[in-house]
């Protein structure tokens, strides 16, 4: 366990959009979480500036430009408390450091956390996830936008490390897509690396995809792939093909990944034995978690999974004040 202290930069709210610690429009600006807490997102793959906008704007929308009239109204001005973040469920946790940013940028006075486990754990039904003690109005307030983000990851998170675990001892993985929540692909992408799975490309310019439409309007699979090399001779090229005669082509052509779409599991071996290790493969389309250990065995490299980021449910965690 570790703990830390944090003394709030205040950053109000611009009414309906990013308050003063929003990056849109400076080139150089540089968060105003603390540094700590910057480091740490960081170190997991996160840029601090997008968890803090994100974090601002889910502050915003509950706010509604207005403030916490219950908390207000209920709890004294001066009271403190602290309040743990429990697991309700047992499930993989992701987002702790997420849900860090969303009180800091609330509380009007220096605070306190205290981690008792780290993004990417195992957790269980009553087990206390992360501590924080601060004023007790900005607990209150800063609590659901704090939840909806930690319980989502988090839910990612464990449908991932199901899915992963099930491929275990298989050599394939499973990794996501790009059917992603707008404005969150970064943290959903991270709670999928944090329950054990892989990343796709993160947007449409780091790496090429042709899929059917690529394939009709190029006039052909051969034709499609060769006219996305000569155009980005440096980026990985995946082919969707979705019959066993189109691979030979692919492959001649040099495809990096073909992309087998709705492919049986009979289908899948008959495409690896083609293959022979000459590209990589993703099995895509119709998969379940109770096929995926067959799928896996057949050899293929991937399986794509949209349902991680866009199905999953969320892992039931809650905020509690100690009496």
């Not at 709210?13 to 960081?42: H, I, N, S, V």
């Not at 490390?161 to 790009?178: F, N, Q, Y």
């Not at 992603?180 to 690396?193: D, H, M, N, Q, W």
């Not at 996305?228 to 001649?252: F, G, S």
Request: glycine share 10%; with cysteine.
């Amino acid at each position: 366990m570790s703990a830390h202290d944090h003394e709030h930069e205040e950053l109000p709210l611009a009414d309906g959009g990013c308050g003063e610690g929003c990056a849109c429009g400076e080139e150089e600006y540089q968060t105003g979480l603390d540094p700590q807490l910057a480091e740490l997102l960081e170190l997991a793959g996160l840029d601090p500036v997008e968890v803090e906008d994100i974090a601002t704007l889910a502050l915003a929308e509950d706010l509604a430009g207005g403030e916490d009239v219950t908390s207000v109204a209920t709890v004294p001005e001066a009271a403190v408390a602290t309040a743990d973040f429990t697991a309700r469920q047992a499930g993989v946790v992701a987002g702790l450091r997420v849900a860090e940013a969303v009180l800091s940028l609330v509380a009007e006075e220096e605070f306190s956390v205290e981690r008792h486990v780290e993004d990417g754990d195992r957790v269980q039904a009553g087990q206390v996830l992360l501590s924080v003690t601060t004023r007790t109005r900005d607990l209150l307030t800063a609590e659901r936008s704090a939840l909806n983000l930690l319980c989502h990851l988090s839910g990612i998170a464990t449908a991932t490390r199901a899915w992963a675990d099930a491929l275990e001892g298989t050599g394939a993985v499973v990794r996501d897509t790009r059917k992603t929540t707008p404005g969150l692909r970064a943290l959903e992408k991270y709670a999928v690396r944090c329950g054990g799975g892989a990343n796709h490309r993160m947007g449409l310019s780091d790496a090429a995809l042709v899929k059917d439409n690529h394939v009709v309007a190029a006039g052909g699979v051969a034709e499609a792939f060769k006219a996305v090399r000569a155009a980005y001779p440096d980026l990985d090229v995946e082919i969707e093909v979705d019959r066993i005669d189109q691979i030979q082509p692919v492959l001649d052509a040099g495809a990096d990944l073909i992309l087998l779409d709705n492919f049986s599991v009979p289908e899948l071996r008959e495409a690896v034995a083609l293959v022979a290790g000459r590209a990589r493969l993703e099995s895509s389309g119709g998969l379940t978690l109770e096929g995926a250990k067959a799928v896996g065995e057949t050899g293929v490299d991937y399986l794509a999974v949209g349902a991680l980021t866009h199905s999953s449910p969320v892992l039931d965690i809650g905020l509690d004040l100690r009496g």
